[in-house]
């Protein structure tokens, strides 16, 4: 088996926040009816992890839940677990009307931390990210600049953003320029 | 920049979603064989002034096709809701 490297191999950037390439991490999507205790029961079962509602994050040790349409969601695991658990959730729905993929190599992940995210992000997405409006917990599906991305606040107040792997270094560069030192927004 | 109301996510701006066209036509039945009521479904639209009923679809957000009012004039927009929805 090769040897699996996340897109920019841990790159980080100091700006008046901080900016990480989160490295790999377990990403599984899963389409199914949200209607349907037996999905969302399944989902739980493997997570831990309470099921969202809309625009929700769901976090449980090493798993998330995050809400992306009325129809699916997204799960994080750890990256070494992320076959081994799409194929167990994939059993779990045998028979339904669902579907489990394994996108860890997909994707590209980034953390920022800092007092002053929200004043990087809010340069770059459309996405209402006032204290308001995105609290932790929640996750918006949504674009930055011109690539589509979905970024979640943690527990801590620091937020993850998820892209397309092919789009990861253009992600990288918006995020850090955002966030250079001397373009804080003064609000 | 417009901001749409999406029933599903709640209030996101324009740069979110992209434009699907008049949400009034109809397809003729399949075995219509009269070439102009094809060419009208095909290509012919209205250009109006004034209010229109329009899909739009939410391709960075919830990714669920909407129906929505909009005004060409004013842009005001109107009712929005899910295209899979009954109006
Ligand atoms: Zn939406």
Known sequence: ?187 | MLRINCPVCGTRDETEFTYGGDATVVRPAMDETRAQLWLDYVFNRDNPRGPHTEYWHHVQGCRQWLVMERNTLTHEVGECHLAKEAC
């Not at chain 1, 090493?62 to 799960?75: C, G, R």
């Not at chain 1, 339904?96 to 929200?118: I, K, Q, Y």
């Not at chain 1, 209402?128 to 609290?135: G, H, L, P, R, W």
């Open chain 1, 1 to 187: 088996m090769s040897e699996a490297i996340s897109v920019l191999n841990g790159a980080t950037f100091d700006g008046f926040v901080s900016i990480k390439e989160a490295g790999l991490r377990g990403m599984i999507s899963v389409r199914g009816d949200f209607a349907a205790a037996s999905f969302t029961k399944a989902v739980s079962a493997l997570t831990g992890a309470d099921f969202p509602a809309v625009n929700e994050a769901k976090f449980a040790g090493d798993y998330a839940i995050l809400w992306m349409s009325p129809d699916e969601l997204l799960i994080l695991c750890a990256y070494e677990n992320a076959q081994a658990d799409a194929d167990k959730l994939a059993a779990d729905l045998a028979g339904e009307h669902a579907l489990v993929a394994n996108v860890s190599d997909a994707r590209a992940l980034f953390a920022m931390s800092g007092e002053l995210l929200r004043e990087a992000l809010m340069k770059l997405t459309p996405a209402n990210v006032s204290e308001d409006a995105f609290k932790p917990g929640q996750v918006r599906r949504t674009r930055l600049a011109q690539a589509a991305a979905a970024v979640w606040m943690l527990e801590d107040g620091s937020v993850e953003i998820m892209c397309f792997r092919s789009v990861g270094d253009y992600m990288f560069k918006l995020l850090c320029n955002a966030a250079n030192p001397g373009a804080e927004l003064g609000l």
